[in-house]
Structures are given as C-alpha cells and as structure tokens.
C-alpha cells in the first residue's frame, strides 16, 4: 500500500478549489441569451383553483411568458410517478396519485407550484409573481400526522377515503401476537419522529437550455443525473434518451433530497422548448422550506415483548406515516421497504411485526432525507429498549447485553429479512462505555446537581443497511501525458469522491494521486450511473474503480509486452512499472499510455490505455456502533447542554479516515438538531408553514455539539471485496435516540420519563413545571 492507499488519512484534493472560491455550482452558469424564471407557489394550504389571470404580469416591460398547467397540458407533458407500487395489506394496490407539474384545479400544500413566469431579467420576474392573479377558494386542510386517518377531517383526494394511501404490513403478526399473550413483561413507548427540512447550503435549481437540434440540455444540482435523464426523457417529455442531456456541477450538499426529479426541472425544459433560449431558475430559501421534499414525519406505537429475565420475545410496531399534498418518488417507499427491516436493531427478536398507513396531508411531499428510514427504525428500537430497561429495572447496559445477536451468530438473518454479515455489538459498546467513564458518572451528576443543573447519560447501539442495490460503473483512461481521468456516475455532494476514487486509483497503479481527476455529472461524458444516495458512493462506486484500474493493468500488460517484445503472460506490473518476470526490461505505465495514444498497440486493441469495472452488490452493509451522551439540563430555562459526545463505529475497512470522521460528524450534528431543535411545523388551523424561515427552523450551529469523540471497532464486511461499509448516513441514525435517552436520564429525577423531538428548551421547561405540578398534588 501507497501513500495514497486504503486507510491513509489523505487530505481532501477537491479542498483548495472550494475553499479558494474556484468551484462551479449551477448558479455559477449563465449562458447566452439567458431569461430568468421563478415560481407562483400556493399560499394556501388546501384551496381550488378558480382561475389564473397573467394578462398585467405579462404586460409588464420584459416579460416573456406565464406558464400554467394548461401549458403543460398542451405541450404532453406527463406528470412525475412514483415508482413504488405498494400493496396493501389485504393484498389490494396503494392509491397512486399523479405529482402535477403545474397545480391544475387544487393546491394541496403551501408552496405547491401554480405557474412559472419568465423574464429578460430576475427584477422583472418577480415583479410578474406580485401581478399574476390567482382567484381561490380556500378549504379547510388537514396537517397533522396522527390525526389525518379521524373521521371527519379533510380528505386530500377523494380516491384515498381516509387520507390513506396505503396500509402495508410485514413480519409474523401470529407469532407476535402468542409471544405477547405469554411474556411476563412488556414494555410500550409512543413516539413522535418529527418533521425535517434539509436546508443544504445550495438551495435547488436549474437551467433548461435547447439547441438549434432542438436538444434539451438540464443543468441542475442533483444527486445524480441519469435517473433524471431517465425520468424527463422516457416519462416526462417522451423523449429519445439522446434527446436530453443532463449536467451537475459541484453541489452544495443533497443528504437525500436532491435525489429524485422535481416539477421546476421539467418547467424550465418546457420553457426552454417554448422560447427556444436558455431559461434559469434557482430557489430562494422560501422555496427549499415550502417546496423541498421534506423528511421523517412518524408517528409510532410500539411494544416489545419479554420474559422473566428480560430476553425479548416479540416486537410489535404500528407507524403512520405523512406522506403530504403528493408523493414524490419515493415517498411510499421510506417508511416502508426503506427502514422497517431494520427495526429489531442489533438484538435477537424472534418475531416481529410491523404495521404501516402511509397518509396524505396538505403539506409538503416527503421523501428521503439523511438515512431514508434507517434513522426512524433506529429511534423506535432504541427508545423501546430504554422502555424496557425502565419496566423490567435492568441497567441501559445490561438489558442490551441480555439482547445483542452474538458474533458468533453472524451471518444472523433477522425476524424481518435481513441477514446481518458481521458485527460485534458489544464490543463497540464495551469501547464506548470505556471510554466514556461510566464508573464516575454519578460523581458528575453530583457536581451538576450542586449548580442546579440536571445532568443525564444516554445511549443507543444502532445498525442500518446501506451500500447494497443497483450496480455502479468506473471507466478509468490516461492520457498522452500519463494523467488518469476516473469517469463514474455516482455524484459528490460534499463528500470526497474526487479523493476517495484517486486514492484507490492511485494505489492500484502506482501513481501520485494529483495526477488522478474525476468526471461525474455529464450524461454526455459518463455513459450509466445510480448517483449518490444510501451511503453507496464508495462501498459501490469504489469497488467498481478498483475494478476499473485492474482491467487497465491487464491491458497495459498487453500494450507492455508488445512494445517490449515479450508475451502477455510473461509480464507483472508493479509500482508503476511493467516487467518481464525474471529480467530488469521494464516500461513505465505513463509512457505505456504515450505510446498507446502514438498508435503503438497490437492488432485488435484500442490506441489508449484504459480500464472499465462494475459492481453489483449482492447484500446491503451493515454499519453499527454505540454513541454515547452525557448532558447537563438547566430546569430554570430547559436549555440543554451536550457535555460529551462519544462514538464507536463499525465501518469495516476504511479507506480515508479523515473524510470518513467528517461523515460522522456531520450526520451527528444532523441527529443531534433533530432531537435538540429542528421541526417543520405548521398550523394546525389554517395549514400554514410556521418554520419558513431560519427565523422559525431551528438550524444546528457549531455551539450545540461539543468535540465529538470519534473511534473505530471494525469488522471487515463479508460481502463488499474492499470490505467496505457504508458511513454517510450513520450519524444522523445513532444520534437522536442517544440525545433523548440522555434527556430522559437527566429529567428522570422529576418525574419525566418521555418527551417528543424535538426537545426545545420551552418544551423541556413545560414538561418540568408540569412535574412539579403534579408532584405538588400527590
């Protein structure tokens, strides 16, 4: 292994651009003779559409054109599908309902898209959107998640009676059932996983270009840009693939929600095929809180079932989850398919059963966000097994120690369907404990006490799937010059990839890694691709480059041997170099490549030196750990302060350790404002947005987090070549029950042993004037 290779904790090559202010973003590009487009969106929550009147917006000096769903209509453009097709429990399909372009006769959520105007100039658009008049009538609107499936409320689409989209069950409902009428224990928990907004630095855009062709061209900050193509060419637009090319640039980070397609992708194409010049559009912060695919947004009921000594016997868990005013294209399937196999977490539960009602709301679609389901699975088990640690009176510990799947199980297939390849689960919290110091909590506590402030020490152990599903393609070329090019279609929102890839490119073939570059983004210049999302990237895309370099060095062996006179067979590579086994005649792989591009090959081979790899994965990974909280409460204000923050994770093998504890820190502090602060709210009464702004979103700052104590226990995965296991998303999938199990430590003195995320200090506060209250009249 190079200096460059698996496990060096190489600094980042796509750093110095960035930071020096060198990095290309879709607003970044303005083409010739381009207009400017923005939204009308809905300032209703449920409303009909009576009639649209664009005739002063248009007059307007500069105004170019007022797009509304009778444009779309007109041009045949379909709407955008989910691909999920759920089946109900009594075996009967989920209700599908079209995502419009353009709202046609009904808003279904503050935010939804009415029409689109397009202008010479920004100023000018947003004049139009002050004079476009929409005529409405508005209705009353349903916004809570539990409550959407009560007689008599708001009803979103009169094809889904109940507001039910589907009702989806999985698991052994029998064998739960008997294990529950025989336990001698049972612990139950309700529980709120609270609606999130994404809110990346770069908020949505795009820019619809056309050619004298008539060629579409989609510039757009994406999570990958051929299941776009796909999605605009085959369904939307009824387009030859070859018709539409799709490019992201640098992205401003995605955690999910730039995955799938959006109207405003579609509209700006549409508008570009009807002016026949380049039209752009980028979101403003209102338009990523109303319009962006929100995420979570679960109300659960679960309960598990125990003997005389605490052993699990069964695992119960009914979910409602919000879907919002349409479906996005995954949306059926994050609550369902995406996370609820992961719901028995790292313990060995015989049976399981899991029940889940997809509903609509008149809020905004929900879909992926940081760890797609994983995270909410992760709430559920380890919020439970805190219950049950509380009924049965065993330790936080020890409850999961009676409980973890042993090593010596793995490969362990659990009561839902997964088959868990490795693992060592009480070996990462053994660490975790170590390191934590839990011998002298209560020393601290005291210390806490003796300022006034209540002090809690919480955990979770979790485990999520990712890195498994649909393959990933490398191509990797060098050039006259010896300079390797890396062509993949997964696509960096953040993270690395550009030295992720060089480094596993540089160490197979000997290089220094600035002589390695990316190209991703480009349908034109990357040939297939599953984008980025599900941890995927390098446990996947990363096999596939690895791939790629050894199909390179068999051809260069080829190429060496006809310029060396040898046979194939006869030559080794190594270091850079290759030779003919047993002598010191040798040929350097960048001048392989220059004699390559000379037309210096054999007969039958192509004149460069170039490689191609796949992966398909045949399991999903299962990256696991403990993370551990220690917090101070302050029962004057409710303010909470995280004290310490320790982490042990199972990631397998690591190939750079630096990004990898950035992943980490990231998806903690995600976690962590999702327990602490962070809700998109609306109201109740009219359906309107109540956290539009960073005025009202509770946003993670640097001052919530202390120094996170980052460490590693790995288990190489069996089943990944490198392995590799995921390490995106895992953060956000430990952190929030941690944070509220420690919560609840600290408030236990007062009586509290529940409280919902996000846990705002006012929240804090009015559960323990509520204790004291109550105490007061005992």
């Not at 999570?223 to 640039?249: I, N, S, W």
């Not at 109303?290 to 947004?297: I, L, M, T």
């Not at 793995?410 to 868990?420: I, S």
């Not at 089943?719 to 029950?737: D, Q, S, V, W």
């Amino acid at each position: 292994m190079g200096q460059f290779g698996m496990g060096q904790p190489v600094r980042r090559v796509e750093d110095q651009r960035f930071i020096t202010g060198q990095g290309r973003y879709t607003d970044d590009i303005s083409l010739p003779n381009q207009a400017y487009a923005l939204v009308l969106r809905s300032p209703y929550a449920h409303a009909t559409i009576k009639g649209i009147d664009a005739t002063d917006a248009l007059a307007l000096p500069g105004a170019l054109a007022v797009l509304t769903a009778a444009d779309v209509k007109a041009a045949g453009l379909k709407p955008l599908m989910t691909p999920i097709k759920l089946k109900n429990r009594d075996g009967s399909p989920m209700v599908v309902v079209p995502r419009l372009l353009l709202a046609e006769d009904t808003v279904r959520y503050v935010g939804d898209a009415v029409a689109l105007v397009i202008a010479e100039d920004l100023a000018t658009a947003r004049d139009m959107l002050d004079t476009v008049m929409v005529d409405y009538e508005d209705h009353p609107a349903i916004v809570e998640t539990a409550r959407a499936v009560e007689p008599g409320v708001p009803q979103v689409y009169p094809e889904a009676p109940g507001n039910i989209c589907f009702d989806w069950g999985s698991g052994q409902p029998e064998a739960v059932e008997a294990a529950f009428a025989k336990a001698a224990k049972t612990a139950r928990v309700r529980l709120i996983n609270n609606r999130l907004i994404s809110h990346a630095m770069e908020p949505r855009n795009a820019i619809g270009d056309i050619d004298a062709d008539r060629r579409l061209t989609l510039y757009t900050s994406s999570q990958g840009v051929h299941d776009l193509q796909e999605v605009f060419a085959d369904e939307v637009f009824g387009l030859p693939r070859e018709k539409l090319r799709v490019v992201t640039p640098d992205v401003g980070g995605g955690f999910g929600t730039k995955i799938f397609p959006y109207p405003e992708q579609a509209l700006v194409l549409l508008a570009a095929q009807k002016l026949g010049r380049p039209v752009k559009w980028t979101g403003e912060r209102s338009d990523s809180s109303q319009a962006d695919a929100h995420g979570r947004d679960n109300v659960t009921e679960a309960a598990v079932a125990m003997d005389a000594e605490g052993k699990f016997l069964a695992l119960s868990v009914d979910t409602i989850a919000n879907l919002g005013g349409t479906l996005s294209p995954y949306g059926p399937f994050i609550p369902t398919l995406a996370g609820t196999m992961m719901l028995t977490g790292v313990y060995a539960i015989p049976c399981a059963s899991v029940r889940v009602r997809g509903v609509f709301t008149h809020t905004a679609p929900v879909d992926a966000y940081r760890g797609a389901g994983r995270p909410e699975a992760a709430y559920v088990i380890e919020r439970l097994v805190e219950e049950a640690a509380r009924v049965t009176g065993l330790s936080s510990v020890e409850i999961r120690r009676r409980n973890f799947i042993p090593t010596a199980a793995m490969p362990y297939k659990t009561a839902l369907g997964q088959t868990y390849d490795s693992g060592d689960f009480n070996q990462t919290l053994t660490e975790a404990l170590r390191l934590g110091d839990l011998d002298g909590f209560e020393a601290r506590r005291a210390a806490s006490a003796a300022k006034g402030k209540l002090r809690g020490i919480g955990l979770s152990s979790y485990i999520e799937a990712c890195a498994g599903g649909s393959p990933e393609d490398a191509r990797l070329v060098m050039d006259d010059a010896g300079k390797l090019t890396i062509f993949i279609g997964t696509q960096s929102n953040g993270q690395g990839h550009a030295t992720a890839y060089g480094q596993l490119a540089a160490d197979a073939l000997g290089l220094d890694i600035a002589e390695v570059t990316m190209v991703q983004g480009d349908t034109d210049r990357v040939r297939t691709g599953g984008g980025t999302g599900g941890s995927r990237s390098v446990p996947i895309g990363g096999v596939a480059v690895t791939r790629a370099a050894e199909a390179l060095i068999e051809k260069g062996k080829r190429l060496a041997a006809h310029l060396l006179e040898a046979a194939a067979a006869d030559v080794e590579f190594a270091e850079g170099r290759f030779t003919i086994v047993g002598t010191d005649r040798s040929v350097g792989l960048q001048e392989v490549a220059a004699k390559a591009h000379a037309g210096q090959v054999p007969d039958g081979e192509t004149p460069e030196l170039d490689g191609d790899g796949r992966f398909k994965p045949p399991a999903a990974t299962f990256p696991n750990g403990t993370h551990i909280v220690e917090l101070e409460v302050d029962p004057d204000t409710g303010g909470v302060t995280l004290e310490r923050y320790i982490v042990v994770d199972d990631f397998g093998a690591v190939v750079n350790p630096l990004m990898l504890a950035g992943q980490v820190h990231g998806g903690i502090a995600q976690g962590a404002g999702q327990a602490l602060i962070e809700e998109a709210a609306y109201d109740p009464e009219s359906g309107q947005l109540l956290t539009g702004s960073f005025m009202d979103y509770g946003m993670p700052r640097a001052d919530l987090l202390p120094q996170i104590e980052f460490h590693l226990k790995n288990v190489p995965c069996t089943t990944n070549p490198l392995g590799i296991k995921g390490a995106g998303e895992a953060g956000a999938i430990g952190a929030p029950p941690a944070v509220i199990n420690a919560l609840i430590d600290a408030l236990r003195p007062c009586g509290i042993t529940y409280i919902d995320m996000p846990a705002t200090p006012h929240k804090i506060w009015r559960a323990i004037q509520a204790a004291q209250v109550k105490a007061a009249a005992e």
